[in-house]
């Protein structure tokens, strides 16, 4: 069958898609425009998708051969997934092997904002570092205080429990309670206010919806301690990076990390113009073995969805109920 896969992914996930299909691959190293993946997915039985593309209903009644799309991410906001059931699609993601990657970068987020890492490199590069002084870049400690974490699920779970070395008190706000956080590092669920009022450090880890946009908004962050320190390596949309601006520059909080943005790719430039916030470029996930792990789990899932099996990663299995399997 023919796949077209939006951008360059790690070979083996490419070279395992190869063996049974025909892959039409993004020839750019860039994200392409909605007609131009309008005109790849022409023709095509199977997409292989980025976070980075908007795959909205248009794309996906583009082709009435589709029948199955392989998100290169654990986040899919990015895709119409209620389209695609309606059309009888099968849409994948890719949980699990991120959850360490994603959590391990909330954590040198946490640390860069905390112990001013960034501000000081910049610092020192720039030559301005003349000796010891007293009171040079002063940050927060992190052992023995209190990390809140705002959805409990692989990602938040994770970083819960790599807190055990720094002996914290863990907050966490979710539906449902998480046995393993409660049992391992003696976590308490709470309401939201609680986790604001109280939290030194507060990391986001929920995924994009309506009723998490704008989660963190001025009043939110107007709850959060002097010194606390907010983390999102989540989805931008669930800050509003205006209010957040304004708590970083009138100094309503200590510091931010963010590894995500709420207009990306544009990073505002009052933010960059801050020094008590660190910035990534959406590179959680970013290492050698967790890309290429993420690589095969979307070709698994493609392979699967394209021989009429459930994908092993699929978010709206109601497609195989056979209730909403019809074309509109
Ligand atoms: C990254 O942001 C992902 O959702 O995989
Ligand atoms: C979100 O997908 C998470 O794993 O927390």
């Known amino acids: 069958m023919k796949i077209f896969v939006t951008r360059k992914i790690p070979e083996p996930g490419l070279d395992l898609l190869k063996k049974e299909h ?20 022409r023709g095509k039985d199977g997409l292989l998708c980025l976070l980075t593309d908007q795959i909205d209903r248009d794309i996906i009644a583009s082709e009435s051969k589709l029948k199955m799309i392989a998100n290169y991410a654990v986040g899919y906001n990015n895709v119409d997934v209620e389209m695609a059931t309606r059309r009888g699609i099968p849409v994948s993601n890719t949980p699990g092997v991120l959850t360490d990657a994603t959590a391990e970068m909330a954590w040198a987020l946490l ?3 905390a112990r001013c890492i960034a501000e000081g490199d910049r610092f020192t590069r720039a030559g301005r570092f003349k000796g010891w002084d007293p009171m040079l870049m002063l940050g927060q400690g992190v052992s023995n205080k209190t990390l809140g974490i705002i959805g409990a699920g692989r990602i938040g779970t994770a970083l819960g429990l790599k807190s055990k070395g720094f002996n914290m008190e863990v907050l966490y706000v979710n539906k449902r309670e998480n046995e393993a956080l409660e049992r391992e590092v003696n976590a308490k669920k709470v309401e939201m206010c609680e986790v604001l009022k109280k939290s030194d450090f507060i990391s986001l880890h929920v995924s994009l919806s309506e009723s998490t946009r704008h989660m963190m908004g001025e009043k939110e962050l107007k709850m959060m301690k002097e010194n606390a320190i907010l983390i999102n390596t989540s989805r931008g949309p669930v800050v509003d990076e205006q209010a957040l601006i304004k708590a970083l520059k009138e100094k309503w909080i200590f510091g931010a990390g963010l590894d995500v943005y709420e207009h990306e790719p544009d990073v505002s430039a009052e933010l960059k113009n801050l020094d008590n916030v660190v910035l990534q470029p959406h590179s959680a996930s970013a290492t050698i073995e967790t890309r290429t792990k993420m690589a095969l789990m979307a ?11 459930i994908p092993p990663n699929c978010v709206n299995r109601e497609v195989f109920e056979g209730k ?5």
């Open 324 to 328: 909403q399997g019809s074309i509109e």
């Open 299 to 309: 070709a698994e899932n493609m392979m699967a969805g394209l021989k009429g099996e």
């Open 111 to 113: 640390f860069s904002a």
């Open 22 to 41: 025909e892959l039409e691959i993004n020839p750019y190293n860039r994200v392409l425009t909605k007609e131009e993946i309008v005109e790849g997915v």
